[in-house]
Structure formats: C-alpha cells, structure tokens
C-alpha cells in the first residue's frame, strides 16, 4: 500500500510538473507574441498621428481654418512656398537626404530580411499557409511547427518580396533626385516637412516588414554575437544557391504578382511624369515655370502624387488587404498628397489664366 501510495505521489507530483511546463511555454508564447506586436502597433499609432490632423485640417469648418494654415505652412514647398516664408527652412534639394537614408535603410532591411528568410525560414506556398490557418481557426492542428508558424513563413518572404518593390522606388527617386531635377537656387521647403519626410523614409520601409522584424533583429545579433565569440574562420559555412534564394518568392502566390503589377504601373509613370517636370526646368530660367503636358498631367495636376498612391496601394493589394500597418501607411500617404495636391492644382490656376479647366488636382473625377 505504501509503494501504491509513492506511486500514486509521483504521478500527480509527474502531471503537476507536465502542466506547469505546458503552462510556462504557453506563458512565453503569449509574451513573445505580445512583443512581435509592439512595433506594428507603434507604427500604427504613428501613421495615425500624422494622417488625422490632415484630416481634421481639411474639413470646411471656418474654426479649423487656422490648423489649416498651420499645416499648409509647414506642407508648402518649392513653387508654392511664398518668397516671404523663409523662417525655419531648408533648401528644397535637401529632398536627396530622403533618398540617401531611404535607399541605405531598405536595403539594409531587405539584405537581412532576405539572409533570416533563407537561413532559417522554409518556404511557405501561401495556399499551405492559408489552409493551416482555416484549420487552426476550425479547431484543427496548431499553427506551429519547430521555430516558426506557416503564418511566420509567409510573413517573412512576403516582406522580402514587399521590400523588393520599395528598393526599386528608392533607388529610382535618388536617380531621380541626382540627375533629373533641377532645383531653383530659391526653392526652400519647412524644417518640418524636412523631418517629416526623414521619417516617412525611415517608417514606410519598416512598415512592410514589420511582422518579422524582431525575428530579424534577434537573428542578426545573434550573428554578430557568434561571430565575436567564436571568430570569422569559426563560422559555419553557408552554401548559396541562386534558385533557393528566389524560388520561395515566386511560391507566394498570385495577389503578390498583381500587386507587383499595380506598383510597376504606378512607379513608370511617375518616372515619365518627373522626366516631364525635370524638363520644364532644364528648358527655362531658373525662376520661370510652365504648364506641364503630357501622360497623366492631361488629367490631374499632380500625377506623381497620384502615381504615389497606386504605388503604396500596391502594397495593400500584395498582402491580400489585410495588413492593418500598410493600410494605415497607405492613408497617410493618400491625406498627405492629397492637401499638398490641393494647393499645387490652386497655385496653377491663380499662375496661369489658361490652365486646363478640365484637369483635377490629383484624383480623377474625385479631386
């Protein structure tokens, strides 16, 4: 009876001890994805910031007229600037710092982004991804399986994907800012609007990783920790294969490549729309200006502002619509081109008695 009785104690004191594990590893879950969230739900918080008072400032209320000034005052740039307005500015070929910094950090984001994809992530199909996560969600298997989730998988390699398409625009508007436009010796820009487009640069690349972004930074000091510790000839060998580092991204699925379309849409035509304004500035005076001609400027005033907008919808288009964090990206971007578009199609008008009646400021048949 006593062995029975020591018997039965080591197998509620054994259960006791099952249940404290799986209680602990279900504790540390909950936390570490409390963590993956802190820095999606930081960025949001941010492009929530900076849209609603945009929003605010452009209801037709004559009490939030003077936010209206306030923010116009800091969004005036180049041509619509006032000659008078030069406290607290900066030259407007400052635009080249955006570049510069945006360029640096998007790669920076996608060369590790892309090593952590490929050195510890499988490639994920996204019907697999989509149909452990029904599965999960009626009751199935867990999402989980070794370090990562199929849901973790597609995260990952649809950043890569997504920080792809934000390299070609980066890399192009520094082209762009180096070799097309030339900027009037008088074109100044608010120090605000400086900083304002110094974290646009900084933020929107780091919104479409977001998801994994603290997997890749976990990933890469623990790389940079080994190879202190234990030195460069130490280091395990990584065989690349050329096939392996791409294929995952033509695995992820169709709305990827449709996004991919709609971006490429988006991004030729706002380079043949800045090859039109660079133009018009090689072709006169420094101080003169003319009426832009020619593809989507016969139908609004500002088409690189519109080409903007498809661009950053893209990216919602390329995660299904479902990514909350570039969702919010992409209505900032919409508000902020939107006021400054407003005020860019008021200035030709009062500029130019001929101004095409027909055209609209920056979307068609809306505004």
Known sequence: MKMNNSHGSFNQRD???IVLQSCSRENYSVMELEMHMVLPQLLRLAWIAGTLPILIASIPIPKLNFLHTILLGFA?????MHSSSQKFTLPQRFFLHFYIVASIWTTFLLVTTWCYAYTMVPPVRE?????????????????????TTMLQRHAVWQAVFLLLLMEAQVLRRLF????VFKYSPSARMHVLGYLTGMFFYLAAPLSLCADCALDVFYFLVNLVTKFIVIGKDHMPAVEVELWQVV??????GWRHWIGATVFFWGW??????????????????????????GDWFEIV????????????GSFVVATGWSNLTIWLLLVFVLANLSFAAVETHRWYH?????????????IPYIL
Do not use: W
């Open 76 to 80: 005036r740039r180049g041509k619509i």
């Open 268 to 293: 030729i035509h706002q380079q043949r729309c800045h090859k039109i304004l660079g133009s018009l500035r090689n072709s006169r005076q420094a101080e003169e200006y003319a009426i832009p001609h």
């Open 301 to 312: 005033s500002s088409p690189h502002y519109l080409s903007e907008m498809v661009i950053y």
């Open 350 to 362: 009062q500029k130019f008695e001929d101004y095409p009646s027909s055209r609209f400021a920056v």
């Open 15 to 17: 259960c006791s001890d």
């Open 247 to 252: 294929n995952p991204l033509f695995r992820l």
């Open 127 to 147: 019907s697999s991804a989509y149909s452990t996560i029904t599965s999960y969600l009626i009751g199935g298997s867990a999402l989980g399986t070794g370090s």
């Open 176 to 179: 762009e800012t180096i070799y």
